[in-house]
């Protein structure tokens, strides 16, 4: 008797990890950079979802319709990094995106344990951060959450940066270099000075639950934290800021000619919260003004 209760609690956990293995294999991202450069039509930005599924497939749903060529995800996967299910619930929310384009994500605080992070997506040559060429626009993904890569980070950075400086740029990072709170904008004014030195065109981060858009010396600097998590209310004053909603939202960007690109801002209502068109030519033009 003893021996089948035993048989049937053991087949019974078999079974849920074989399931559990099975749909993690289904669902696994590959980052995919062929061809080289892609001229596409959409691009949707976006993140921190946390584990608040509800609002996460929301927004999923929306981004889903809107039928993007490609999705930058700027970070925050799970509430708890080194919990599988959260992972595997997040895999499963965005699968119908990873199924319809491109998806390149950006590693966030929340994706502090790293075993979790790269076995759910598989990141080029296992590095969190990349960079890659599409619509136009070549994209930088950093990864500023591990201190031990530090150094070997603002090399690459460099770089690749003087590689492709005839470009338009965008960059992308979790923790954000202008906000209005909660949290303190992430210190790092060397990166300050090398996205005005490359004419970076936009810079996209998180971390801090809303929308909020500020310029510096042209750049358009992008909060995109409304995929889910709670939302967080202003605490601090940040002089540089143009436009703040404390909504869930998504980014849309689009092309409007060899230079120039559009980004609106949707919220979790399908309206429209913000609106922003820059070039590398406005980018140089606002390079001669704004001091920090």
Same mark, same amino acid.
């Given at each position: 008797?003893?021996?089948?209760?035993?048989?049937?609690?053991?087949?019974?956990?078999?079974?849920?990890?074989?399931?559990?293995?099975?749909?993690?294999?289904?669902?696994?991202?590959?980052?995919?950079?062929?061809?080289?450069?892609?001229?596409?039509? %959409?691009?949707?930005?976006?993140?921190?979802?946390?584990?608040?599924?509800?609002?996460?497939?929301?927004?999923?749903?929306?981004?889903?319709?809107?039928?993007?060529?490609?999705?930058?995800?700027?970070?925050?996967?799970?509430?708890?990094?080194?919990?599988?299910?959260?992972?595997?619930?997040?895999? #499963?929310?965005?699968?119908?995106?990873?199924?319809?384009?491109?998806?390149?994500?950006?590693?966030?605080?929340?994706?502090?344990?790293?075993?979790?992070?790269?076995?759910?997506?598989?990141?080029? %040559?296992?590095?969190?951060?990349?960079?890659?060429?599409?619509?136009?626009? *070549?994209? #930088?993904?950093?990864?500023?959450?591990?201190?031990?890569?530090?150094?070997?980070?603002?090399?690459?950075? %460099?770089?690749?940066?003087?590689?492709?400086?005839?470009?338009?740029?965008?960059?992308?990072?979790?923790?954000?270099?202008?906000?209005?709170?909660?949290?303190?904008?992430? *210190?790092?004014?060397?990166?300050?000075?090398?996205?005005?030195?490359?004419?970076?065109?936009?810079?996209?981060?998180? *971390?801090?639950?809303?929308?909020?858009?500020?310029?510096?010396?042209?750049?358009?600097?992008?909060?995109?934290?409304?995929?889910?998590?709670?939302?967080?209310?202003?605490?601090?004053?940040?002089?540089?800021?143009?436009?703040?909603?404390?909504?869930?939202?998504?980014?849309?960007?689009?092309?409007?000619?060899?230079?120039?690109?559009?980004?609106?801002? #949707?919220?979790?209502?399908?309206?429209?919260?913000?609106?922003?068109?820059?070039?590398?030519?406005?980018?140089?033009?606002?390079?001669?003004?704004?001091?920090?």
């Amino acid at each position: 008797m003893i021996l089948d209760i035993l048989f049937v609690a053991l087949f019974i956990l078999c079974a849920v990890i074989g399931l559990i293995l099975v749909v993690y294999f289904l669902v696994r991202h590959r980052l995919k950079f062929d061809p080289a450069d892609k001229d596409i039509n %959409k691009i949707v930005i976006y993140g921190d979802v946390r584990s608040s599924y509800k609002m996460h497939n929301h927004i999923a749903n929306m981004i889903s319709r809107e039928n993007p060529d490609m999705i930058l995800f700027t970070g925050d996967i799970a509430s708890n990094s080194h919990n599988f299910l959260h992972y595997l619930i997040f895999s #499963i929310i965005e699968n119908k995106l990873w199924k319809k384009c491109e998806y390149y994500p950006i590693r966030g605080n929340h994706e502090s344990e790293i075993y979790h992070y790269q076995i759910f997506l598989d990141l080029p %040559k296992n590095k969190t951060y990349y960079s890659f060429d599409r619509m136009g626009m *070549h994209f #930088i993904v950093l990864d500023v959450i591990d201190e031990s890569i530090h150094t070997e980070l603002v090399t690459w950075l %460099k770089d690749d940066l003087e590689k492709n400086k005839t470009k338009n740029i965008s960059v992308g990072l979790h923790y954000p270099l202008f906000t209005s709170g909660k949290y303190y904008p992430y *210190h790092a004014p060397y990166l300050l000075e090398l996205f005005e030195a490359y004419n970076v065109i936009f810079v996209f981060s998180a *971390h801090v639950h809303s929308y909020e858009r500020s310029i510096y010396k042209g750049t358009n600097y992008i909060v995109t934290a409304g995929g889910g998590a709670p939302l967080y209310p202003a605490t601090i004053e940040n002089k540089y800021k143009v436009c703040r909603v404390n909504d869930h939202h998504y980014c849309v960007m689009t092309r409007n000619n060899e230079d120039e690109y559009t980004i609106k801002v #949707i919220d979790k209502d399908g309206n429209q919260i913000d609106e922003v068109t820059s070039s590398k030519a406005e980018m140089i033009a606002g390079n001669l003004c704004t001091d920090i």
